[in-house]
């Protein structure tokens, strides 16, 4: 009689990524906890700093290519590495700026940022504001509203803390007026 062999239920196919069975690896859970958390959060960022919604798309999931296949694992600051990144992603993009004659495809998952990325009237409205600041202005701003201090800002961007802080004062004097806000208030709206 010939043996038969055990049947294996888990493979793994090495260089891959591929899976048979329910188990994935630790690792995989781990980014895709990280993209899940971060991807609409770094797309919005972008678009704080005047891209599109399909430009900060596409900036953003070229940042995080970037971290594969074990550099997210190195790195100190990932929140502040993938908006730095992404932003220069963004910024190369001026030479092939065209708009998608096509939708962007979902991820697996259903976490397409561009369907994350829904503005209300007043968000788009800030959203427009924002344009007219100075660059410096717009970049202390979206930092700052994406929950970064004025010294881990600096630390990304390569600039002193007092300069950020003064371009980030500025930016909100602005748009407090760009936005009315001072009357708003004062007329109790």
């Not at 220069?88 to 561009?114: A, F, I």
Request: glycine letters at 6%; charged letters at 30%; aromatic letters at 6%.
């Amino acid at each position: 009689m010939t043996e038969v062999p055990a049947p294996i239920t888990t493979l793994l196919v090495q260089g891959h990524g591929c899976f048979e069975g329910s188990r994935r690896p630790p690792d995989q859970d781990a980014f895709d906890a990280l993209y899940t958390r971060e991807m609409r959060a770094v797309t919005v960022f972008l678009m704080n700093l005047g891209a599109s919604v399909y430009e900060a798309a596409d900036a953003a999931h070229e940042a995080f290519l970037t971290l594969l296949p074990d550099k997210w694992r190195q790195l100190e600051h990932p929140r502040a590495w993938l908006r730095k990144v992404a932003y220069r992603n963004y910024l190369r993009q001026v030479d092939r700026r065209d708009h998608p004659l096509d939708p962007v495809p979902d991820r697996p998952g259903g976490t397409c940022p561009v369907d994350l990325v829904l503005l209300t009237e007043e968000q788009a409205r800030v959203l427009q504001a924002l344009g007219q600041l100075s660059p410096a202005e717009r970049e202390a701003m979206a930092w700052k509203l994406d929950g970064f201090t004025h010294e881990e800002a600096a630390r990304a961007l390569g600039k002193s803390p007092s300069a950020v802080r003064k371009a980030y004062e500025r930016a909100r004097t602005r748009l407090i007026t760009l936005l009315e806000l001072k009357r708003e208030a004062e007329s109790g709206e």
